[in-house]
């Protein structure tokens, strides 16, 4: 089974002491978005976890305590783009960032880290121009410390509409231009780049349209392959591994634009509010009406097929 934490809010910038709250007392409980009454208790065991999956803007508050997940296998996910604190109020710098990021290869290792620059929108301000420049000072910054970035375009969601009305959709002819100046700078630095949920004609132009989070990424990661049962997609068109969130929607403190986990910033104020370290929840206490089901957990891993030996 993956463990997920990125898909819903950032647990490493967030949440860390009270992850690695959970990681001690071996479990953890999530609450169903869509029925809040209903509570999955997943075992934190490398006995029926293959890896956890972390999606983060901020890296740094994690990397201290990393040794009390040294026996699960990892992969990080960490977004880096060039925008600023009218976009992204509260994310570090991205030179903050970098500097994590590069703390954090050396310690997990290069195939377990990868970079997104995502989402990307057009502007006045933030011109194609603009992001190969930007782009390309990043690839050469992290150059020998991932051997991937996903790069995606805007989504809009209702949330991101309404919290970024002046936003717009990526017309096709930038994306071509951006996606083929991001793989010749790749190309330079040894970076793949791939996309998700993207056009997939993007490939022509060298571009890895398979997914970003898809099973042979994380069989890198871990170094086996795995036997993954049958699973619906998040999205048709989704090929990730994306299930077994531990992460709660409206909590996420980054407070960006384009953000599609968060409703408005009043919400996520109060429920922030209601985070304890030390609850099994991310937010808030178990209920006398809660319902809470334990998650059916199995390894997908199979220990006679160690990739390096291929």
Sequence with gaps: MIINTGSRTDIPAYYSEWFYNRIKEGYVLTRNPYYPEQITKYRLSSNVVDAIVFCTKNPEPM???????????????????????????????????????????????????????????????????????RFEDMAKALSGYTNQCVVSFIDLYEKTKRN?????EVKKSEQEFLIKEFVNIGNKYHIKIRTCCENPELEKLGADVSGCMTQQVLENAIGYRMKVPRRSPARVECNCMLGNDIGMYNTCGHGCLYCYANYDKKVVEQNMK????????????????????????????????NIFDL
Aim: hydrophobic share 35%; net charge negative; charged share 25%.
């Design 63 to 133: 990397l201290d305590r990393l040794n009390e997940i040294k026996n699960f296998h990892q992969f990080w996910f960490v977004t880096i783009t060039p925008y600023g604190k009218e976009i992204e109020p509260d994310v570090p710098v991205a030179e903050q960032v970098i500097e994590a990021f590069q703390k954090l290869s050396g310690i997990v290792g290069v195939d377990c880290c990868g970079w997104r620059y995502d989402p990307i929108f057009i502007s006045g301000k933030y011109t194609g121009h603009f992001h190969i420049r």
């Design 164 to 168: 970024f009305p002046q936003v717009k």
């Design 274 to 305: 209601q985070h304890n370290p030390k609850s099994p929840l991310l937010i808030g206490e178990v209920q006398e009406t809660d319902i809470i089901k334990e998650a059916k957990q199995q390894l997908y891993r199979d220990a006679q097929m």
